[in-house]
Structure formats: C-alpha cells, structure tokens
C-alpha cells in the first residue's frame, strides 16, 4: 500500500524556520510529482509547494515564496519543505501529495495524499 508519511511540524516563533519530511513508501517514488498543501480551520486546502520527477522544476505559492524551499531526494524516497520566516498565516495543517505527473499546480490529479501534520506559528 502507497503510504505518505509527514514529520517534523510543531510549534514554533514567527520568524522562527521549520523543516518538513515526507517519507513515501509503496510506489516508485522518481514517477510522481511531490507536494505539500495545507489547510487551515475552515478554509480550503491550498497549494504550497511542488517539484517535478527529477527535482529540476519547483513551483511555490505566492504567499511562501522567498520562504520556503522543497527539495526530494529520489534515493531516499523523500520531499521535505524548508520554511523560514515563519507567519502566524502559516499556521495549518500540512499535507504530502504524490501525483502520477510531471508536475503539481494545485490539488487537481492527485493520487496520494499523506494524513498531515500540524504547524504552529505563534505570534
């Protein structure tokens, strides 16, 4: 069974950096575009960030850009989300997302989502 597994969210400082992992198992990682969505109370889930198959194309939303940095590594079977400058908007729960395609531009074609991972950013 395809699983996503997130780690490394918390509680942190605003301004304060965070760094997320998402350890995948059961498919063959290098064929899936890899991202992370988030999602707060009552709003929808967003877009945060996305990377192609080999890790050559990102793409980021324009709220975290400048911030954050997603980065794979194919041998190890794992994304991971570098935050810095963290914003009380920030807060959410974060989510991994594998899609058999070249690429993640929003939720759309999503076939594996990991079960999320709660980030704090106090004020």
């Known amino acids: 069974q395809v699983q996503l597994a997130e780690s490394g969210g918390g509680l942190v400082q605003a301004g304060g950096s965070l760094r997320l992992s998402c350890a995948a198992s059961?498919?063959?990682?290098?064929?899936?575009?890899m991202g992370w969505f988030r999602q707060d109370p009552g709003k929808e889930r967003e877009f945060v960030a996305a990377?192609?198959?080999?890790?050559?194309?990102?793409n980021y939303a324009d709220s975290v850009k400048g911030r954050c940095t997603i980065s794979r590594d194919n041998a190890k079977n794992t994304v991971s989300l570098q935050m810095n400058s963290l914003k009380p908007e920030d807060t959410g729960v974060y989510y991994c997302?594998?899609?058999?395609?070249?690429?993640?531009?929003?939720?759309?074609?999503?076939?594996?989502w990991g079960k999320g991972i709660l980030v704090t950013v106090s004020s």
């Open positions: 997302a594998a899609r058999f395609a070249t690429v993640i531009k929003d939720a759309y074609g999503i076939n594996y």
């Open positions: 059961g498919l063959t990682f290098s064929s899936y575009a």
């Open positions: 990377i192609s198959l080999s890790g050559a194309n990102t």
